[in-house]
């Protein structure tokens, strides 16, 4: 195959959240640490039999297909929250000035926890806020996903191994994949193990209290604004910290920058994950199981638009404009 080829399928299926092979990893860490109540409600959820071992992985980027489609167009604001502040000197989320009137992915997380949670929504609705779920707790620990700066890195021009692309590209997709391998389901699975070990017994079992150290279900919008923060503050720190023309200016990504981001994307995948699980733990235990034996008034579906989780209307940024611009995809800069 041509470069040019093998750059053209890469960027099709890169450059929206963490690439599918993020994504899956994500899902498998988050496997990994279901009681095994959870994973047979989960499974029972999205239809999948007892003995499938991808039930969460292999959905885990539905919702960046789904967000292509017409249907799906709405929740393209979900992916992402456009943290307005000035990296690399001053970074920071504030949820009321950065999420905007269309939802961002904070308010997606509250919406998506009270629909998966609630027990009275159809199958199709409880399966679909599932997915969301297990997809937007990886988006939210990727830096990039966290800030408006040039559309969230979409628009600055770099070059990594050889090829001319973006810098979300990058951190999304092609610098997990230098790691860890092509976007297959056994090297998410792979990569899974190794940061579940990391997690259980190395360099990370001293840390990940503090990763879901809070979290809340019934506070969904503190909680996810704290994750966005801690991913945003990444951005001064290792994704720009000398600015984005140092970037841009680099002659290539590899080696040097790459070695010097990989270590906080391997972080943010194994946070994603081990948030998700237990996440996704409380959820079952506080709501599934504890309203198990009351009979739920479901003569209708309730509406449950999650409205009442958006911030105060605000006018319109310039990081709204610039998404609007694009109608909020992803790939313009190639
Ligand atoms: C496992 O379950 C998921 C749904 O959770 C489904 O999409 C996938 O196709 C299933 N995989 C296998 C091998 O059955
Ligand atoms: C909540 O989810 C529903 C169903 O997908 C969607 O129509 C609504 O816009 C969502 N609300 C928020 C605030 O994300
Ligand atoms: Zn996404």
Request: net charge negative; aromatic share 10%.
């Amino acid at each position: 195959m041509s470069a040019y080829l093998i750059l053209g399928l890469a960027t099709l299926q890169g450059a929206h959240a963490w690439g599918v092979l993020g994504h899956a990893t994500v899902a498998y860490v988050a496997q990994n640490y279901l009681t095994s109540a959870t994973a047979t409600w989960a499974r029972g959820v999205l239809g999948a039999s007892s003995t499938n071992t991808s039930y969460l992985s292999s959905i885990a980027s539905w919702a960046d297909d789904y967000r292509e489609t017409t249907a799906g167009k709405f929740s393209a604001p979900f992916h992402f929250i456009d943290a307005n502040d000035n990296p690399p000197t001053s970074c920071n989320v504030n949820y009321a000035r950065d999420c905007g009137t269309a939802g961002c992915s904070i308010s997606a997380l509250a919406n998506y926890t009270q629909r998966v949670a609630d027990g009275r929504l159809s199958a199709a609705n409880t399966a679909e806020a599932l997915k969301f779920l297990v997809h937007f707790v990886g988006d939210i620990t990727q830096p990039l996903h966290d800030e408006a700066f040039e559309v969230g890195g979409n628009d600055i021009d770099v070059t990594f191994q050889g090829f001319s692309d973006n810098l979300h590209a990058d951190w999304d997709t092609y610098m997990p994949e230098v790691l860890a391998g092509s976007a297959t389901l056994a090297n998410a699975q792979a990569w899974a193990n190794t940061l579940t070990t990391d997690i259980n017994s190395g360099s990370y079992k001293s840390v990940a209290a503090s990763w879901i150290a809070g979290d809340d279900i019934s506070d969904v919008v503190t909680t996810a604004t704290r994750w966005a923060a801690d991913a945003n503050a990444f951005v001064c720190t290792v994704v720009m910290p000398n600015g984005a023309a140092a970037l841009s200016s680099a002659s290539d990504l590899y080696p040097t920058y790459y070695n010097s981001a990989i270590g906080t994307i391997e972080l943010q995948i194994a946070k994603g994950g081990y948030r998700l699980g237990n996440w996704l733990n409380m959820v079952y235990e506080q709501n599934i199981a504890a309203k198990r034996g009351i009979e739920l008034e479901a003569r209708e579906e309730p509406v449950l638009d999650g409205r009442e989780f958006l911030p105060p209307a605000q006018p319109l940024s310039r990081a709204e404009l610039a998404r609007r611009a694009v109608g909020y995809g992803c790939n313009h800069a190639h």
